[in-house]
């Protein structure tokens, strides 16, 4: 947390505020003078004297960087999906991390998801980031119903660590990609799970990060696909790549229920994803510690119907 806070005089305002901290400050023949919170044992002086040091941000020898957090509130009242961000300023600024939260809940002791934005790009004199998608996993939108299949339906080795679920009947026009990933409902269950790499149950719940989410079940390369001669892996069932404990595990669930199991596909959230959405936005943005100008800063959105503003 910051804690110490710089005064403008001259403009009678707080201006900044700063990583480091302070104990004491003094004023000698117009030099300023001020000592560290804690005195440490590296510190060949207690006392230091500011604007002395050229290097910027620079403070008690401790190198630390520029930062700046806005807000994005324009028409409160509308929900909107955020999709660019943009800067307006130096060209040393383009190669800045940030990040963006969203007002998507306004609920107390939630925190708003919070994700990095691409590191900024120039195009036309502007310095765009893309917004990433939600990277959550969500229902409908990058978790879709591939099928389902049964006890009696015949499984097989492919080799490779690659299987083959036959007689499955459902969106046979599902399109895989090689960053799929499978999760499975056993029998008369409605929650979801993942099978881990190591044959392990992970339930899928709401707020689930498809990045973080290791599964033993995902779609094989085309290249794979290829050698096997299989072009349309749904349309002849379902070919996945495994491991062997994550297909043990699947069979031993499988004969444990009612013989029925259906299958989802989840998409990575940059393909199939949903965009970041909220009535507001924040946004924080690292400006390092050379000297820079920053003149504006935008963010592209879309109204949505669902609102209070009409």
């Given amino acids: ?81 955020y999709k660019t961000f943009s800067v307006e300023g130096s060209e040393n600024l383009k190669g800045s991390l940030h990040t963006f939260a969203t007002s998507e809940t306004l609920q107390p002791g939630q925190t708003p998801l919070t994700v990095n934005v691409d590191t900024l790009k120039n195009k036309g004199g502007i310095l765009y980031g893309n917004i990433p998608k939600d990277p959550r996993i969500k229902a409908n939108v990058n978790m879709k119903f591939v099928g389902s299949t049964s006890r009696e339906t015949t499984t097989q080795s492919l080799g490779q660590d690659l299987y083959r679920f036959n007689g499955v009947v459902g969106n046979t026009a599902f399109t895989l990609d090689q960053s799929t990933k499978f999760a499975f409902v056993f029998g008369n269950s409605t929650n979801p799970v993942v099978i881990t790499p190591s044959g392990t149950f992970v339930s899928i719940q709401e707020n689930t990060d498809f990045y973080s989410l290791n599964s033993g079940f995902v779609s094989p390369s085309a290249n794979q696909l290829g050698a096997l001669d299989i072009d349309d892996p749904l349309g002849k069932g379902i070919v996945v790549k495994s491991t062997f404990q994550a297909y043990q595990s699947f069979l031993l669930s499988l004969n444990g229920t009612d013989g029925i199991v259906s299958i989802f596909a989840i998409t990575d959230p940059e393909i199939n994803g949903d965009f970041l959405r909220g009535q507001y936005a924040e946004a924080y943005i690292r400006l390092g510690s050379d000297n820079f100008e920053l003149y504006s800063m935008n963010v592209n959105y879309e109204p949505t119907d669902l609102d209070h503003s009409k």
């Fill in 1 to 81: 947390m910051k804690k110490t806070i710089g005064f403008n005089d001259k403009k009678n305002i707080w201006t900044s505020k700063y990583d480091y901290e302070s104990s004491n400050y003094a004023s000698l023949d117009k030099q300023f003078f001020s000592c560290r919170k804690t005195v440490e044992a590296s510190d060949d002086v207690v006392c230091w004297e500011h604007h002395k040091n050229s290097a910027n941000n620079n403070f008690y020898g401790d190198q630390y960087s520029s930062a700046i957090a806005v807000s994005f509130n324009d028409n409160p009242s509308q929900n909107k999906l």
